[in-house]
């Protein structure tokens, strides 16, 4: 039998390190980044996608790595204003190893995001996650988020997502984008 030094009954935590991308490791992180988050994606982005992100905003992007190098767990994020109006941080993209999850890692990745976009005046985050993803819904709303819409087969496998929303200041929620409604936005 395994034991652990946690009491999770998991194998003990390997020393661990929280860092931000950095583009010119792109040879090293990005097929391990891509390798990490298709696993579990329901529809699996082009390279492209990656590079949308980690070329433009690098700077919310955060990993954990093993002391070997080895990547454990990603973030990966972007911030614009959104419709002209507030200024939105979005998480596109977050994955912890299986034999690492339930250890917190995902929440202290989300945490550094979030810290990243308030220092650069968001006022407010969004993402979009599974209905049946309790992990996923456990986290965010333990952190503030709000469940803002359910978005009817959203994705290409055929599941439904929440729409997730933390606003970050007063009076952001009923702030009026200057663009027309629309009811996926
Ligand atoms: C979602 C995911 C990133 C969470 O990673 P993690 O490192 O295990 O998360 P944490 O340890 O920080 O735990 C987050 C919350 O989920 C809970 N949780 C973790 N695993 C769980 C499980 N299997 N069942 C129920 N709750 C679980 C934790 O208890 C914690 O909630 P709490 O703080 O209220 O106790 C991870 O499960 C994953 O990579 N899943 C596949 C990819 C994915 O779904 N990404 C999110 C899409 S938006």
Redesign the pocket.
């Known amino acids: 039998m395994t034991t652990s030094v946690d009491g999770t009954g998991k194998s003990p935590l390997p020393d661990l390190h929280y860092i931000q991308y950095d583009p010119d490791k792109e040879a090293q992180y990005l097929t391990a980044i891509r390798e990490l988050?298709s696993k579990?994606?329901s529809e699996p982005y082009s390279i492209y996608v990656y590079r949308y992100f980690l070329y433009q905003w690098a700077d919310l992007c955060y990993m954990t790595v093993d002391s070997s190098g080895e990547l454990i767990?990603v973030v990966v994020c972007k911030l614009e204003p959104h419709r002209d109006g507030p200024m939105r941080g979005y998480?596109a993209?977050?994955?912890?190893k299986?034999e690492?999850?339930?250890?917190?890692?995902?929440?202290?990745l989300v945490r550094m995001a979030m810290d990243g976009m308030i220092a650069k005046d968001a006022d407010e985050i969004a993402?979009?996650?599974?209905i049946d993803?309790?992990?996923?819904l456990?986290?965010y709303e333990?952190l503030g988020f709000l469940r803002t819409k359910r978005l009817h087969r959203y994705y290409l496998n055929g599941n439904s997502a929440y729409r997730m929303i933390l606003y970050l200041k007063d009076g952001v929620a009923s702030k009026q984008s200057q663009m027309p409604y629309d009811p996926l936005y």
Not at 93 to 96: F, R, S
Not at 100 to 108: D, M, P, Q, T, V
Not at 133 to 136: A, D, E, F, Q, T
Request: hydrophobic fraction near 40%.
């Open positions: 988050i579990d994606l767990g998480i993209m977050l994955a912890v299986k690492h999850r339930g250890r917190g890692i995902a929440s202290k993402l979009e996650t599974e993803n309790i992990p996923s456990k986290l333990r």
